[in-house]
């Protein structure tokens, strides 16, 4: 039994007994849950494919690749354009950016998919992107690039 309670103590103390230097990152990548998955996730999969599809027609929004991807970006100080409220929902710009996206959409997709249904998880999908896209495009109503000091 002391043997147990002395683990436990390190475990408690890491902070303490760790040096910053070595301390081991954490990250949030969700890989296991507890919620009962009723069917095949097909829309979050679909989801999954769409952006990598897109990310792939776009060159992965580099640099040397605008004329591609420029059309469909949000723009702002141009009024409001409800096509690019959709299309920026599946923009990303470099590789990390996209593999980042995409594990959070499999992670939490799967479980929203699995309470809500295929078709209201599209809608709340599409929902919090375009709300998102159209707030961000409103608020920068009337910019010209020169207020930001550029």
């Not at 507890?34 to 640099?63: E, K, Q, R």
């Not at 591609?68 to 702002?76: F, I, S, V």
């Not at 992107?129 to 409103?138: L, M």
Request: with cysteine.
């Amino acid at each position: 039994m002391p043997a147990r309670e002395a683990s436990s103590d390190r475990i408690h103390n890491f902070n303490a007994v760790t040096p910053q230097a070595v301390r081991p990152m954490f990250f949030l990548i969700p890989i296991n849950t507890d919620a009962p998955i009723y069917h095949w996730p097909w829309a979050t999969l679909s989801m999954i494919a769409v952006n990598i599809g897109c990310f792939v027609v776009t060159a992965g929004g580099y640099p040397g690749s605008s004329e591609r991807w420029q059309p469909w970006m949000l723009e702002y100080g141009h009024g409001l354009n409800p096509i690019e409220w959709v299309s920026m929902n599946f923009l990303h710009f470099g590789l990390m950016h996209l593999i980042g996206n995409m594990v959070f959409l499999w992670g939490c997709g799967v479980v929203v998919e699995g309470k809500l249904g295929w078709w209201r998880f599209l809608l709340v999908y599409f929902a919090i992107g375009i709300f998102g896209a159209f707030v961000s495009q409103t608020l920068m109503l009337g910019y010209d690039g020169a207020s930001a000091g550029a």
